[in-house]
């Protein structure tokens, strides 16, 4: 079947109301919530970023849409200030029953005129109970399916194919995570008891990520530090400067649903997890959690040209 939306697509977010006639009574399609966080955007135009083949979920599994019909809009993150301000800043799901196709190539967003959107909001859920809270990412096992072996590298292929992702990132998706497992034992440290560091970086200073060989002197035989782990992927990173985009001081565990506090630990700007570096490849772009003790502050607070 043909995808009702493509990569560059100008499309229009639905108003309030109309979004209302798509949810069950939960606030969700095929098991996907809209958030409360989206209601932002309703009304206005926006370029589809990509269709959404696959994603990973908490357990590394990578799965597919329940309808196979979500997409990602440019670059609109959730900001958690509907989930008591969680600062993961996850990329927002979209299913393509809230979209409708712009009818002109004008994409200048000028501020809709939108109905009072009161009733959409008292339809959506932010808590399953007082200590779980209901979002995309807590949904996300149950708005989506298993892929066997077979569907998922058929849906690469789609992938590449559609132009979705390049041939050479495709080809690393499947080589990358063997490659980098083998090397898996390296990244343990042999601390029982981790260090801490606190720089109390602001949003906006410059860091430069640690060598890979600091770094794993903060770690423990389990590769974390403080139960962190300093993934494999992240040694990409490493020697390199990066702007502070926020403090991460509290995320809603995808696992558990609850509300972890954190500390000493930002999110870099535009340091996200690499596609290539999960099986079969993966579109959510995570932002990476970066302990402090990882980071060291730039002086002149500038930031040197890659």
């Known amino acids: 079947m043909e995808d009702k939306f493509k990569s560059g697509d100008l499309v229009e977010i639905l108003t309030p109301q109309e979004i209302i006639q798509t949810l069950d009574s939960r606030g969700t399609i095929h098991g ?26 908490v357990t590394g ?52 005129i939108i109905e009072d959107a009161s009733l959409l909001r008292s339809r959506l859920i932010t808590k399953n109970s007082p200590d779980k809270y209901f979002c995309q990412s807590t949904q996300l096992s149950e708005a989506t399916q298993k892929l ?60 430069e990520v640690k060598s890979f060989e600091e770094i794993k002197s903060t770690l423990d035989k389990k590769g ?14 490493c020697g390199k400067q990066y702007r502070v985009r926020n403090r991460l001081e509290k995320m809603i565990s995808e696992a558990s649903g609850k509300m972890l506090k954190i500390k000493n630990t930002v999110i870099l ?5 690499d596609f290539a570096y999960r099986f079969w490849g993966c579109s959510r772009c995570i932002f990476q959690y970066w302990r402090e003790i990882w980071l060291k502050r730039i002086d002149n607070n500038r930031l040197q040209p890659k």
């Open 269 to 273: 700007e535009d340091v996200t997890c």
């Open 148 to 207: 066997s072996h077979t569907q998922r590298i058929s849906k690469l292929a789609k992938e590449i194919t559609s132009n979705t992702v390049g041939l050479l990132m495709g080809l690393k998706s499947i080589v990358f995570p063997l490659w980098w497992r083998l090397r898996f034992k390296k990244l343990i440290g042999g601390l029982a008891q981790t260090p801490i560091s606190e720089l109390n970086l602001q949003p906006g200073e410059i860091v």
């Open 32 to 57: 996907l919530p809209f958030m409360a966080e989206m209601i932002a955007y309703c009304g206005k135009r926006y370029r589809v970023r990509s269709k959404i083949e696959k994603t990973c979920v």
């Open 61 to 112: 599994k990578m799965r597919e849409f329940i309808n196979d019909d979500v997409v990602y809009l440019e670059n609109l993150r959730c900001d958690g200030s509907s989930h008591d301000g969680c600062q993961r800043g996850c990329l927002i799901f979209w299913n393509e029953a809230w979209l409708k196709k712009a009818d002109d190539d004008n994409d200048t967003n000028i501020d809709p």
């Open 224 to 237: 974390r530090n403080r139960g962190l782990e300093f993934h494999y992927d992240m040694m990409q990173f």
